[in-house]
């Protein structure tokens, strides 16, 4: 019996040396996406610099009114536009790690979320090597990839708590549950309506077995929508301009209202069926099938021998498929994120329930083989509007090249006083937030610095003729004057500044 229980303890130190092997294998992997793209000015205005200046802001022990979404909106809090305390919670790092800090964060989530996975797995599997498959799946789902591609957003720390607070609430920890369910539902107030979801699809998951969890699970899911309907009714709105409301309902195709949207949703149901996979634009017909390709590959056929874990994405579903936006219903960018953690509790809890140790590690293995060759298929085309190739594939020589020199640009800018006021393109923006002023180019109000790439990357909001003819009115602009004009990166000084700084490396 000892000699059984001692090689079942080596069994877990061997798995748990190798699962950290495979997490330094992905950090790899992302950092190579993530950072990558931030030092090759491939991060922007909206959403990193966003983020970064408020997180600057909450560091410094104030609020942050977001001055980059200037001339469309006056200053507002930024939590009225999502209320997100996860910035404000990782605001500190920014002292240590400065303008990288949400994408490091951003990174040791998804990792911190696999693991998450691996532990789920080890304390249900009855095949040892199960938990590692499962991991290395999670690992290689494409909403990862996508949403470490464009910046960063606290959905995507949201989404990897998910494993943890489904890992503790088995394991009937309510301390560490109720942890894992508030780090999710601080990170944006639609994460409440999320776990609302998650709650129920627990409460379906444990009722034949255990009452009193399946009990439990419906207490985080009424708390999870009274988050959410006391967010999106009364806390934001209080927090924005007077007038305004929540800038995030845009579901035309419902109904113009969150009332009219739940009334179509229940006298309508063959037409909000239809919508899940049409397009209301012929042209970009293949954008929601392509999605739904993708999941199937994924090991989201799953989801329907597992329905509670369908059941957990409903409100996910609707959000992507039925927005305004067509930005949102294809593989791009952080829209995706929540499907990863969801398929893979999903794919392999049905894994872990097939006959036979040698079968369950064959299927997992080649679900996984799947996933990631779907993954990198993924890199090279994909319907989704506005996909950047040379953002997302880490495989290609064309990812780690600009078209100009970033490390003069970076020392370059970096000589510019951190008590400066800013205006920059939106590429330049997530590098030069770490300050009280930043706007994003074309407004101005009279910076000290405007900081521009000549070339016209990156010209958001602007399109690349009315950026050109802006940079030519700057140019004989009286209040400023040109500094700096070298390896496509142009900057102006204001005349009335007094500092001098010496931009020559």
């Known amino acids: 019996m000892n000699l059984e229980k001692g090689t079942m303890i080596d069994l877990q130190k061997k798995n748990k040396r190798i699962a950290f092997i495979v997490m330094a294998f992905f950090a790899a992997i992302y950092c190579s996406i993530s950072l990558v793209n931030n030092y090759l000015f491939r991060t922007y205005a909206l959403d990193l610099g966003l983020h970064i200046h408020a997180a600057y802001d909450y560091a410094h022990f104030r609020a942050n009114y977001s001055m980059l979404l200037q001339p469309i909106y006056a200053p507002r809090n930024q939590l009225s536009d999502h209320f997100d305390l996860m910035v404000m919670l990782l605001s500190p790092l920014t002292w240590v790690f400065g303008q990288a800090t949400l994408l490091l964060a951003q990174i040791g989530s998804i990792l911190f979320g696999g693991y998450g996975i691996y532990k789920y797995f080890s304390s249900k599997a009855r095949n040892s090597s199960l938990p590692l498959v499962a991991m290395f799946h999670f690992y290689s789902v494409w909403g990862i990839y996508s949403a470490l591609s464009f910046d960063y957003h606290s959905s995507v720390i949201a989404a ?27 990170s944006k107030e639609v994460m409440g309506l999320w776990l609302f979801f998650i709650g129920i699809g627990l409460c379906i998951h444990h009722f034949k077995t255990n009452r009193k969890l399946a009990l439990r699970a419906l207490y985080f899911s009424g708390a999870g929508m009274v988050y959410f309907l006391s967010m999106i009714s009364y806390i934001i709105p209080s927090l924005a301009p007077q007038g305004s409301t929540y800038m995030h309902f845009a579901f035309d195709a419902l109904g113009d209202t969150p009332g009219l949207a739940f009334k179509t949703v229940i006298t309508s149901p063959m037409y909000v ?73 999903a794919l392999f809890s049905w894994i872990n329930d097939l006959e036979g140790s040698r079968r369950q590690k064959l299927v997992g293995i080649t679900v996984t083989v799947i996933t990631f060759a779907a993954t990198i298929t993924s890199f090279y085309h994909r319907y989704s509007i506005y996909y950047s190739e040379a953002e997302s594939s880490f495989l290609d020589m064309e990812h780690y090249r600009q078209s100009f020199d970033p490390a003069i640009v970076h020392q370059t800018i970096g000589k510019i006083p951190a008590d400066a006021s800013v205006s920059a393109g939106p590429s330049l923006v997530p590098h030069l937030a770490l300050r009280d002023t930043i706007y994003c180019f074309p407004y101005t109000k009279n910076t000290d610095f405007i900081v521009l790439f000549s070339n016209g990357n990156s010209t958001f909001p602007l399109d690349q003729k009315s950026f050109f003819r802006s940079l030519e009115a700057l140019k004989r602009d009286s209040v400023y004057s040109v500094v700096y004009n070298r390896n496509q990166l142009i900057i102006f000084q204001n005349k009335k500044y007094k500092k001098k700084v010496d931009f020559d490396l």
């Open 160 to 186: 990897m708590m998910l494993p943890w607070f489904i890992y503790y609430f088995d394991k009937k920890n309510i301390p560490g549950s109720v942890l894992f369910f508030i780090l999710i539902m601080i």
């Open 273 to 345: 069926l239809r919508l899940l996979f049409e397009s209301p634009m012929p042209d970009l017909f293949a954008i929601k099938p392509e999605l739904h390709v993708y999941i199937v590959l994924s090991g989201g056929f799953a989801l329907f021998l597992r329905p509670q874990f369908l059941v957990m994405l409903i409100s996910i579903y609707a959000q992507k498929l039925f927005h305004n936006d067509p930005i949102k219903w294809g593989l791009n960018y952080h829209y995706c994120i929540e499907f990863v953690p969801v398929l893979s509790m």
